[in-house]
Protein backbone atom coordinates (compact mmCIF):
# COMPACT_ATOMS: atom_id res chain seq x y z
CA UNK A 1 0.00 0.00 0.00
CA UNK A 2 1.80 3.64 -1.08
CA UNK A 3 1.65 5.11 2.33
CA UNK A 4 3.16 8.91 1.04
CA UNK A 5 0.78 11.92 0.64
CA UNK A 6 -0.62 12.55 -2.81
CA UNK A 7 -1.03 15.64 -4.51
CA UNK A 8 -3.59 16.60 -7.30
CA UNK A 9 -3.24 18.73 -10.32
CA UNK A 10 -4.72 20.17 -13.21
CA UNK A 11 -3.16 17.90 -15.92
CA UNK A 12 -0.52 20.43 -17.98
CA UNK A 13 1.94 20.93 -20.65
CA UNK A 14 4.16 19.81 -19.19
CA UNK A 15 2.69 16.65 -17.90
CA UNK A 16 2.37 15.22 -21.72
CA UNK A 17 5.43 13.53 -22.75
CA UNK A 18 4.84 11.49 -19.23
CA UNK A 19 1.24 10.61 -20.70
CA UNK A 20 2.53 9.64 -23.84
CA UNK A 21 5.14 7.27 -22.29
CA UNK A 22 2.49 5.22 -20.54
CA UNK A 23 -0.22 4.95 -22.89
CA UNK A 24 2.29 3.19 -25.13
CA UNK A 25 3.37 1.04 -22.33
CA UNK A 26 1.73 -2.46 -23.18
CA UNK A 27 0.72 -1.73 -19.06
CA UNK A 28 -1.95 0.53 -20.24
CA UNK A 29 -2.80 0.03 -23.82
CA UNK A 30 -3.69 -3.20 -23.05
CA UNK A 31 -6.91 -2.10 -21.64
CA UNK A 32 -7.34 1.24 -22.94
CA UNK A 33 -8.94 1.87 -26.22
CA UNK A 34 -5.79 3.65 -27.90
CA UNK A 35 -3.92 3.67 -30.76
CA UNK A 36 -0.31 3.37 -30.53
CA UNK A 37 2.32 4.10 -30.73
CA UNK A 38 1.01 7.58 -29.40
CA UNK A 39 3.14 11.07 -30.72
CA UNK A 40 3.57 13.40 -28.60
CA UNK A 41 2.47 15.82 -31.30
CA UNK A 42 -1.29 14.34 -31.04
CA UNK A 43 -1.28 14.27 -27.55
CA UNK A 44 -0.24 18.33 -27.66
CA UNK A 45 -3.11 18.46 -30.19
CA UNK A 46 -5.25 17.23 -28.16
CA UNK A 47 -4.36 19.10 -24.89
CA UNK A 48 -4.72 22.25 -26.67
CA UNK A 49 -8.11 21.36 -28.08
CA UNK A 50 -9.63 20.23 -24.82
CA UNK A 51 -7.70 22.57 -22.55
CA UNK A 52 -10.82 24.95 -21.94
CA UNK A 53 -13.89 23.09 -22.12
CA UNK A 54 -15.88 22.80 -19.50
CA UNK A 55 -16.74 18.94 -20.88
CA UNK A 56 -14.00 17.09 -19.35
CA UNK A 57 -11.34 17.75 -16.20
CA UNK A 58 -8.17 15.87 -16.50
CA UNK A 59 -5.35 15.53 -13.38
CA UNK A 60 -2.40 14.42 -12.38
CA UNK A 61 -1.88 12.26 -9.04
CA UNK A 62 1.74 12.72 -7.46
CA UNK A 63 3.89 11.95 -4.91
CA UNK A 64 4.03 15.19 -2.57
CA UNK A 65 7.93 14.60 -1.42
CA UNK A 66 9.07 13.55 -4.68
CA UNK A 67 6.90 15.23 -7.17
CA UNK A 68 7.12 11.87 -9.45
CA UNK A 69 3.22 11.15 -11.68
CA UNK A 70 1.72 8.38 -10.20
CA UNK A 71 -1.42 8.42 -12.37
CA UNK A 72 -3.62 10.57 -14.22
CA UNK A 73 -7.41 10.63 -14.69
CA UNK A 74 -10.28 12.58 -14.43
CA UNK A 75 -13.73 13.03 -15.76
CA UNK A 76 -15.08 13.59 -19.64
CA UNK A 77 -18.49 14.00 -21.08
CA UNK A 78 -19.54 16.02 -18.28
CA UNK A 79 -22.76 17.01 -18.32
CA UNK A 80 -24.23 19.39 -16.03
CA UNK A 81 -27.52 19.26 -17.53
CA UNK A 82 -27.57 15.68 -17.34
CA UNK A 83 -25.96 16.04 -13.93
CA UNK A 84 -23.33 13.19 -14.73
CA UNK A 85 -20.20 12.31 -16.47
CA UNK A 86 -17.62 9.32 -17.06
CA UNK A 87 -14.91 8.74 -15.03
CA UNK A 88 -11.30 7.39 -16.18
CA UNK A 89 -8.03 6.66 -14.59
CA UNK A 90 -4.13 4.98 -15.70
CA UNK A 91 -1.81 4.81 -13.10
CA UNK A 92 1.87 4.74 -14.02
CA UNK A 93 2.88 1.16 -15.18
CA UNK A 94 5.84 1.15 -12.43
CA UNK A 95 3.35 2.01 -9.24
CA UNK A 96 0.32 -0.30 -9.91
CA UNK A 97 -0.67 -2.42 -7.34
CA UNK A 98 -0.03 -0.07 -4.48
CA UNK A 99 -3.63 1.42 -3.88
CA UNK A 100 -2.84 4.64 -5.71
CA UNK A 101 -5.51 4.15 -8.60
CA UNK A 102 -8.20 3.19 -5.53
CA UNK A 103 -6.90 6.62 -3.76
CA UNK A 104 -7.47 8.63 -7.09
CA UNK A 105 -10.63 7.20 -7.62
CA UNK A 106 -11.81 8.17 -4.58
CA UNK A 107 -10.59 11.59 -4.85
CA UNK A 108 -12.09 11.67 -8.39
CA UNK A 109 -15.67 10.37 -6.81
CA UNK A 110 -15.41 13.43 -4.14
CA UNK A 111 -14.46 15.74 -6.86
CA UNK A 112 -17.37 15.13 -9.15
CA UNK A 113 -20.14 14.60 -6.22
CA UNK A 114 -18.80 17.56 -4.21
CA UNK A 115 -17.44 20.03 -6.26
CA UNK A 116 -19.62 19.33 -9.86
CA UNK A 117 -22.55 18.47 -7.80
CA UNK A 118 -23.13 15.28 -10.28
CA UNK A 119 -25.56 12.93 -9.41
CA UNK A 120 -23.96 10.29 -11.32
CA UNK A 121 -20.44 9.08 -12.57
CA UNK A 122 -20.03 5.91 -14.73
CA UNK A 123 -17.22 4.26 -16.06
CA UNK A 124 -16.34 1.88 -18.60
CA UNK A 125 -13.95 -1.44 -18.43
CA UNK A 126 -12.78 -3.69 -21.19
CA UNK A 127 -13.67 -7.81 -20.49
CA UNK A 128 -9.92 -8.60 -19.87
CA UNK A 129 -9.18 -5.95 -17.11
CA UNK A 130 -10.56 -7.94 -14.08
CA UNK A 131 -8.78 -5.97 -11.35
CA UNK A 132 -10.28 -2.91 -12.38
CA UNK A 133 -13.33 -4.03 -12.37
CA UNK A 134 -12.94 -5.93 -8.51
CA UNK A 135 -12.02 -2.42 -7.46
CA UNK A 136 -14.72 -0.76 -9.43
CA UNK A 137 -17.02 -3.12 -7.25
CA UNK A 138 -15.21 -2.68 -4.21
CA UNK A 139 -15.37 1.19 -4.50
CA UNK A 140 -18.98 0.56 -5.05
CA UNK A 141 -19.57 1.14 -8.49
CA UNK A 142 -22.47 -1.10 -9.48
CA UNK A 143 -22.69 -3.27 -12.62
CA UNK A 144 -25.13 -1.91 -15.24
CA UNK A 145 -24.42 -3.69 -18.33
CA UNK A 146 -22.02 -5.60 -21.02
CA UNK A 147 -21.74 -4.51 -24.49
CA UNK A 148 -20.87 -7.53 -26.21
CA UNK A 149 -18.12 -7.30 -29.10
CA UNK A 150 -18.44 -3.82 -28.49
CA UNK A 151 -15.01 -2.63 -29.72
CA UNK A 152 -12.20 -3.90 -31.72
CA UNK A 153 -9.25 -2.99 -29.81
CA UNK A 154 -5.27 -4.97 -30.99
CA UNK A 155 -7.07 -7.37 -33.62
CA UNK A 156 -10.18 -8.55 -32.06
CA UNK A 157 -13.34 -7.65 -30.85
CA UNK A 158 -13.98 -7.44 -26.78
CA UNK A 159 -16.70 -7.08 -24.69
CA UNK A 160 -17.21 -4.06 -22.07
CA UNK A 161 -18.85 -3.47 -18.90
CA UNK A 162 -20.19 -0.43 -17.68
CA UNK A 163 -20.44 0.48 -13.99
CA UNK A 164 -21.96 3.69 -12.24
CA UNK A 165 -22.25 5.09 -8.85
CA UNK A 166 -25.15 7.51 -8.30
CA UNK A 167 -24.52 10.49 -5.62
CA UNK A 168 -26.64 8.67 -3.23
CA UNK A 169 -24.76 5.68 -3.04
CA UNK A 170 -21.33 7.81 -2.50
CA UNK A 171 -22.26 9.63 0.09
CA UNK A 172 -23.24 6.65 2.11
CA UNK A 173 -19.72 5.94 2.10
CA UNK A 174 -17.11 6.00 4.82
CA UNK A 175 -14.27 7.11 2.11
CA UNK A 176 -16.42 10.19 1.30
CA UNK A 177 -14.14 12.61 3.65
CA UNK A 178 -10.31 12.30 2.12
CA UNK A 179 -9.07 15.59 2.30
CA UNK A 180 -6.09 13.92 5.11
CA UNK A 181 -5.15 10.99 1.84
CA UNK A 182 -5.07 13.74 -0.79
CA UNK A 183 -5.27 17.54 -1.39
CA UNK A 184 -6.29 19.42 -4.48
CA UNK A 185 -3.35 21.66 -5.82
CA UNK A 186 -4.19 23.44 -8.94
Known sequence: MYSHKLIIKGLEKTDLVTRVEW???????EYMLVETPITIADTEAWFIKNRLTTSRKDFVCSDQNSNQSLAMGGLTDISLKHSRAELYILVNPFEQGKGIGRRFIQWLCNYGFKVLNLNRIYLYSMENNQKARDLYQQLGFCYEGLLKQH????GRFHDKYIYGMLRSNWDTKKEVNINSLLELNC
Open 151 to 154: VFHQ
Open 23 to 29: FNHPSIY
